[in-house]
Structure formats: structure tokens, C-alpha cells
């Protein structure tokens, strides 16, 4: 079975023209549908489902890959078995782990660190400091969470556990 020829595909995300070329035509548009351009930082955020350290999973023929490296090699090429894509610039220039622009993007050999996932805000808008901060376990995994949304969860919860008899 011969591949798919490469197709040159030319979409419009928040009024910005981007054009690449891609070598897979199947599921074409539904992956464009999962980016959102950021006109701050000419971010590809990716708006699908995510590991716990921020990267974009996609799935295709029961196989995970990471958004980032799969967009990597459809727009630029494909990547040596052992190389590594890092986000090279500064949080105030980019996203991070969800950003899959492939300007964004450069090829390592070694497996630096990745700096930790920075969320600035909670999405309910409260700004994430470090007295505003909390971290949880859940699933054996840290998970940070606001201070502020954390208290009105639990104000809620109990005011609904109150409300059944079930609260001591």
C-alpha cells in the first residue's frame, strides 16, 4: 500500500494564514480542529485530551502519540528514532508542553528536564501564587489546584451533603 501523496493545506485560525504541507490526508481536519493560534505568542495550543505534564496525546491506530511531535514531523520532517523535540523558547514566549507550533520547537538529542508545566491562572481566572496554590494527591499523581476553587468545591459539597443528612 502506497502512502497518501503529500498534500499542501493553506487554514485561517484566528484571523492568522498559516500554510503547511502535510503528508497524511486522513483526519486532517479534525486535527486542525483541535488547535487554537494564540495571537500573543503565535502558539498552536491543543485543546484535546492531555498527559499529566501538559503534552497533547493523539491517537491513531491504537497508539498514543504526543501532539507536539507528531505536528513536528507532518510540517518540518520526520524525526531519528532516539531524538527529542524541546520547547526552546521562554514561558513569556511560549505556552509550553501544550504548544505543538513547530516554530516552537527543536531537536535534541539528550533528554534534558523539562521545565515544570507553569499555569499562570486557574481557568476559573484566580491568579496561581504561591500562597494561592495548593497541591493535592490524586491518583498517586501531584496535582496543583487553586486555593480559592479548592474552598468553594468543598463549600459546595458540603452544604449538598448537609442538604441529603449525610454530613456530621
Same mark, same amino acid.
Given at each position: 500500500? !502506497?502512502?497518501?501523496?503529500?498534500? &499542501?493545506?493553506?487554514? !485561517?485560525?484566528? +484571523?492568522? /494564514?498559516?500554510?503547511? /504541507?502535510? /503528508?497524511?490526508?486522513?483526519?486532517?481536519?479534525?486535527?486542525? &480542529?483541535?488547535?487554537?493560534?494564540? *495571537?500573543? /505568542?503565535?502558539?498552536?495550543?491543543?485543546?484535546?485530551?492531555?498527559?499529566?505534564?501538559?503534552?497533547?496525546?493523539?491517537?491513531?491506530?491504537?497508539?498514543?502519540?504526543?501532539?507536539?511531535?507528531?505536528?513536528?514531523?507532518?510540517?518540518?520532517?520526520?524525526?531519528? &528514532?532516539?531524538?527529542?523535540?524541546?520547547?526552546?523558547?521562554? @514561558?513569556?514566549?511560549?505556552?509550553?508542553?501544550?504548544?505543538?507550533? @513547530?516554530?516552537?520547537?527543536?531537536?535534541?538529542? &539528550? *533528554?534534558?528536564?523539562?521545565?515544570?508545566?507553569?499555569?499562570?491562572?486557574?481557568?476559573?481566572?484566580h491568579p496561581m501564587t504561591p500562597e494561592n496554590t495548593v497541591i493535592e494527591k +490524586?491518583?498517586?499523581? *501531584?496535582? !496543583? +489546584?487553586c486555593r480559592k476553587c479548592r474552598q468553594e468545591s468543598w463549600r459546595r459539597n458540603?452544604?449538598r451533603r448537609s442538604a441529603m443528612g449525610k454530613h456530621t
Amino acid at each position: 500500500m !502506497t502512502p497518501p501523496p503529500p498534500i &499542501s493545506y493553506r487554514f !485561517t485560525l484566528h +484571523r492568522q /494564514t498559516l500554510s503547511y /504541507t502535510f /503528508t497524511m490526508a486522513a483526519g486532517l481536519k479534525q486535527l486542525l &480542529s483541535l488547535i487554537r493560534v494564540l *495571537p500573543k /505568542t503565535d502558539c498552536w495550543e491543543f485543546k484535546g485530551a492531555r498527559d499529566a505534564y501538559g503534552y497533547g496525546r493523539i491517537y491513531s491506530e491504537n497508539k498514543e502519540l504526543k501532539a507536539h511531535r507528531y505536528f513536528y514531523e507532518q510540517c518540518e520532517s520526520p524525526l531519528a &528514532s532516539g531524538a527529542y523535540l524541546q520547547h526552546f523558547l521562554p @514561558p513569556e514566549k511560549c505556552i509550553g508542553h501544550a504548544c505543538c507550533n @513547530p516554530d516552537h520547537l527543536r531537536i535534541s538529542s &539528550s *533528554p534534558k528536564a523539562a521545565p515544570p508545566l507553569q499555569i499562570e491562572r486557574c481557568p476559573k481566572g484566580h491568579p496561581m501564587t504561591p500562597e494561592n496554590t495548593v497541591i493535592e494527591k +490524586r491518583k498517586g499523581r *501531584p496535582k !496543583t +489546584r487553586c486555593r480559592k476553587c479548592r474552598q468553594e468545591s468543598w463549600r459546595r459539597n458540603s452544604a449538598r451533603r448537609s442538604a441529603m443528612g449525610k454530613h456530621t
